[in-house]
Every structure is written in structure tokens, then in C-alpha cells.
């Protein structure tokens, strides 16, 4: 009898490169994992937290292109930076929630954006994938409701303590809400690591994290 999975949530906007490289690992984490695709608003996350985006700070935006870029390619994928990023990811998170937030549908908008840089600013594009979806497996949600959907989720993931994407919330009763955070696409083999070591948050070297105090606090640009 194969061992019961634990339920995931895999928080993503498609705004984040790194989303779409971890999305294209999802298999190795399907097999241990019983995983929800959780559309959420990244700027809404950075909102609640009082944070910049990577794409916000000029340095920083140029590295991650190019960095995705040398990952993609040792991953095999392909990968080319869209015409505009940032750009307003709306259209296609409202879009997925609407349609069932189905993997098959992620794939084909994760593709567009990042495999193969189309401008999801310009209307008729935007209107060409989403034909290029086919009819849905069930019916549609509205605007309004795919719209308090996003909403919804994003709302989740912040209760949960989730500030970035992309991420897994992984339930575990020894967390402090239930739920065990792993972000970054560089966290999946900590996350595999730690569901063949359950403990691993126990040891004291990890509890050593838990007791570091706060010496310093940089004022915030408002604060001055």
C-alpha cells in the first residue's frame, strides 16, 4: 500500500521566471506530494509584506534574466525574456483560476510568457493564447468571481506566511500554522530532503534560526 501524500500548495504568478523552472520539476514533486496549483497576485504578496520585487531594482532585474536563462538552458528548456517585464499578469492568473487552474492549461501560459517571450501586454496576443487553450472542462467562472478567486488565494497565502514566488506550503502539524513554507526554486530538494527527514526542523542547529534576535533594523524610505 503506497503511503498517504501530504496536500501541498504550490503558490506561482507568472510574473516569476523561477516559477516557470519550477514548474518544469513538478513531476519529481507529484510523486511524494499531492499538490493544488495556487494562482496568486505577487504583487499583492509583496503589498502585505512591505517589499520590493526583483524586477524593481534595475541590477537585480538584469541578473535574474540572465541567470534563468543559464538555468533554463541546463535544464533543457527553452527560455526567452518577454518584450515587457514586469507587466500586469492579471489577465492570465484570472484566466487559469477561470478555467479550473488545470496543469495542462499552466503549461501552455507559462510556455507563452517565458519559453517563448511573448507580450502578454499586447491584447491580441493575449487573446490568441487563450484560444490557443481550447474549450475548458468545465464551465467557465466569471470575471467577478475569477477575480475575488485570485483574491481568495493570495489572502490564503499570506495568512500562511508565504512573501514570494514561487512556493510550496506543505501541511505539517509541527508547524507553527499547520503549514511548512519551502520558497524559492532553489528549495525543492531541502523540501524532498526534509519529507525524508521530519524532524529535520527539530535539530538544534535549525533551532539556533529559531532563537536569533533582531540587532539591527534599517529604517524604511517612508520611516525617514
Not at 521566471?17 to 513531476?27: C, E, G, K, N
Not at 492568473?93 to 499552466?106: E, F, N, P, W
Not at 501560459?109 to 502578454?120: K, S, T, V, Y
Request: charged letters at 25%; aromatic letters at 12%.
Amino acid at each position: 500500500m503506497a503511503p498517504v501524500k501530504r496536500k501541498a500548495h504550490w503558490y506561482f504568478d507568472y510574473i516569476s521566471p523561477y516559477a516557470y523552472l519550477q514548474f518544469h520539476q513538478m513531476p519529481r514533486f507529484r510523486e511524494r506530494l499531492d499538490i493544488s496549483l495556487e494562482p496568486v497576485l505577487f504583487a499583492g504578496l509583496l503589498n502585505a509584506w512591505g517589499q520590493l520585487g526583483p524586477a524593481e531594482i534595475p541590477e537585480k532585474r538584469l541578473a535574474t534574466y540572465k541567470f534563468c536563462t543559464w538555468r533554463a538552458q541546463q535544464m533543457g528548456l527553452p527560455f526567452r525574456t518577454p518584450v515587457h517585464h514586469p507587466y500586469n499578469p492579471l489577465p492570465t492568473l484570472r484566466l487559469t483560476l477561470a478555467r479550473g487552474s488545470h496543469a495542462a492549461d499552466i503549461d501552455k501560459i507559462f510556455d507563452a510568457i517565458w519559453g517563448r517571450g511573448l507580450d502578454m501586454a499586447d491584447a491580441d496576443v493575449f487573446d490568441e493564447l487563450k484560444a490557443s487553450l481550447g474549450p475548458a472542462d468545465a464551465p467557465e467562472l466569471d470575471a467577478e468571481a475569477a477575480k475575488a478567486a485570485l483574491h481568495t488565494n493570495t489572502d490564503s497565502a499570506v495568512a500562511k506566511g508565504v512573501y514570494g514566488v514561487p512556493t510550496f506550503a506543505v501541511e505539517d502539524a509541527t508547524a507553527e500554522n499547520g503549514w511548512r513554507l519551502f520558497w524559492g526554486f532553489d528549495a525543492g530538494d531541502w523540501m524532498l530532503d526534509w519529507l525524508d527527514n521530519p524532524n529535520m526542523f527539530e535539530s538544534p542547529a535549525m533551532r539556533t534560526a529559531d532563537d536569533c534576535l533582531v540587532g539591527a533594523r534599517r529604517r524604511r524610505p517612508e520611516e525617514k
